[in-house]
């Protein structure tokens, strides 16, 4: 059973960044495509990005193309860890930030992903 724990989330002002953080245990991380999702007020749960490592330090990655060029997704294999790089935030932004992983190649489908994180808020103000 993999658990994972998402940390980072906070308030900022448009234009910042913020640094999230998933820490995976139970599993071999390696073995799974790790990704991001968000879900807003009122709103279905969105992919924001998913990586795949390769080898050990060789990774594929895909980009939801609303954080394209703006967040950057990267992983510690040594630690467990995928972390999510935000830049440049909008308030439309704003959302509590899911880590998820799954035993499957790269998706932005929700029902590829058999573990998900208790989530972290990330709130941006304008």
């Known amino acids: 059973q993999v658990q994972l724990v998402e940390s980072g989330g906070g308030l900022v002002q448009a234009g910042d960044s913020l640094r999230l953080s998933c820490v995976a245990s139970?599993?071999?991380?390696?073995?799974?495509?790790m990704g991001w999702f968000r879900q807003a007020p009122g709103k279905e749960r969105e992919f924001v990005v998913a990586?795949?490592?390769?080898?050990?330090?060789?990774?594929?990655?895909y980009y939801a193309d609303s954080v394209k060029g703006r967040f950057t997704i990267s992983g510690d294999n040594a630690k467990n860890t995928v972390y999510l790089k935000m830049n440049s935030l909008k308030p439309e932004d704003t959302a509590v930030y899911y880590c998820?992983?799954?035993?499957?190649?790269?998706?932005?489908?929700?029902?590829?992903?058999?573990?998900w994180g208790q989530g972290t808020q990330v709130t941006v103000s304008s």
């Open positions: 998820a992983a799954g035993r499957h190649s790269l998706s932005r489908d929700t029902d590829k992903y058999d573990y």
């Open positions: 139970g599993g071999t991380f390696s073995d799974y495509t």
């Open positions: 990586i795949r490592f390769i080898t050990w330090n060789t990774a594929s990655t």
